[in-house]
């Protein structure tokens, strides 16, 4: 039967071609877009590394490229921290969560080397605002004013990068990729490991999680800003009263500065908006695509069986059912999906060794699954009521009209 159904297509070579090409690249296109929506599903579901239910960021400004001397600074951040509803306060870096700034850079420790990680300010109340989940060692204290390296927290995935399976905490790794390339290294670009903390997806919902270090930012330093950016923690139920409260604490210390108080989880939606903006637009492409592949495969079977009426008509008076006439349209769609598929899997094999999407090897043959399975279901759907007609058809009617 397989060799007959062969000989079929063989016969029709040019349409069945065709056929296998729209195929092919039906299958691309679903595998492409399954394989972007099941990364995207996988990190959504992997944990944050930490909390941001309640926690708003206040961004304090200096206007006209003035500076903001550390020690008003800290006095602004007492008074705001003495708020009822204010629970903590921490002073970072202008990367914050869910923002649309960034801080990369490369550290090594050894012959060891992490290409690219994240690194963040922070002071000593930062893990508490943020609940970040320590697994190893501690995080910042007022004892580390006396150590002569920079005290830092780096997450798991840079630990296992730096050190393995060995110690981590006390270790000293430094900024760039090898003392080699960076030359003689400045004692502030040596690094001492405090605590080890949770990955965290600090980006957005949907990306993985990033090497990240924190570097502790020095209290009572003679350092004068442009512009500081505050985490807070707050009791739950606070909203906009409290922000208000907020910005007139610091205008009331500080009538020139500026400050903007908004929660993270707004942050975090309109991320997350911007995010899946363009994955919505690959989806609708992606399903319009599909839908013409799908309606041109519904016209070309059609036209198929319209052009077969006299080999289906002597079938039939040769003794041929319709279940069996029903069949042979269904295999032979099967098998010309079957080399429009097995070219599409070729191809998609090839994307795990190009390290395309960054995704393991589980997703990448979860999207080749589901892309099989969709493309199968389509050509079958659009194949069923052809060949349901095709079946319909009367010996006597179909050979009268040849």
């Not at 399975?373 to 007609?389: D, E, K, M």
Request: proline share 5%.
């Amino acid at each position: 039967m397989l060799r007959h159904l062969f000989k079929l297509i063989w016969n029709r070579k040019r349409a069945n071609g065709l056929l296998i090409v729209e195929i092919f690249f039906s299958f691309v296109v679903l595998f492409g877009v399954g394989a972007v929506l099941l990364r995207f599903g996988q990190n959504y579901r992997t944990p944050l590394g930490f909390d941001s239910a309640q926690v708003w960021r206040l961004t304090i400004a200096a206007p006209n490229n003035q500076k903001m001397p550390r020690p008003d600074l800290d006095a602004v951040l007492r008074q705001v921290k003495a708020l009822p509803g204010v629970q903590a306060v921490a002073l970072t870096s202008g990367n914050l969560p869910f923002t649309f700034s960034t801080n990369n850079s490369q550290f090594h420790y050894g012959t060891r080397f992490v290409e690219s990680a994240n690194h963040y300010d922070a002071d000593d109340s930062y893990a508490r605002v943020l609940g970040l989940k320590l697994r190893e060692g501690r995080w910042f204290q007022p004892s580390d004013d006396a150590t002569n390296r920079r005290p830092v927290v780096i997450t798991q995935d840079i630990r296992e990068k730096l050190f393995g399976s060995g110690p981590a905490l006390g270790k000293v790794f430094h900024y760039g990729d090898s003392d080699q390339t960076m030359g003689t290294i400045a004692p502030t670009d040596d690094y001492e490991v405090m605590g080890v903390v949770d990955n965290v997806r600090m980006d957005n919902d949907f990306t993985a999680a990033m090497p990240s270090v924190w570097k502790r930012l020095i209290p009572y330093d003679t350092t004068h800003w442009e512009s500081a950016n505050v985490l807070m923690h707050v009791a739950p139920g606070e909203g906009g009263a409290l922000q208000e409260r907020v910005a007139r604490t610091v205008a009331g210390t500080v009538r020139q500065w500026t400050t903007e108080v908004r929660p993270m989880n707004d942050d975090r939606a309109n991320k997350r908006r911007y995010t899946l903006t363009p994955v919505l637009a690959l989806v609708v492409v992606g399903a319009f695509l599909i839908l013409n592949v799908a309606l041109g495969l519904f016209g070309v079977l059609w036209y198929n069986i319209s052009q077969r009426r006299a080999e289906i008509g002597l079938r039939r008076a040769m003794g041929a059912t319709g279940a069996a006439i029903t069949r042979q349209f269904l295999g032979e769609i099967a098998v010309v999906t079957t080399l429009g598929v097995g070219l599409g899997v070729l191809l998609a094999v090839q994307f795990p060794l190009l390290g395309a999407f960054d995704m393991p090897g589980s997703l990448y043959a979860a999207a080749i699954g589901v892309a099989v399975a969709l493309v199968y279901g389509i050509t079958g759907v659009c194949a069923w009521q052809p060949s349901r007609l095709a079946a319909g058809i009367q010996p006597a009617v179909a050979l009268r009209e040849e």
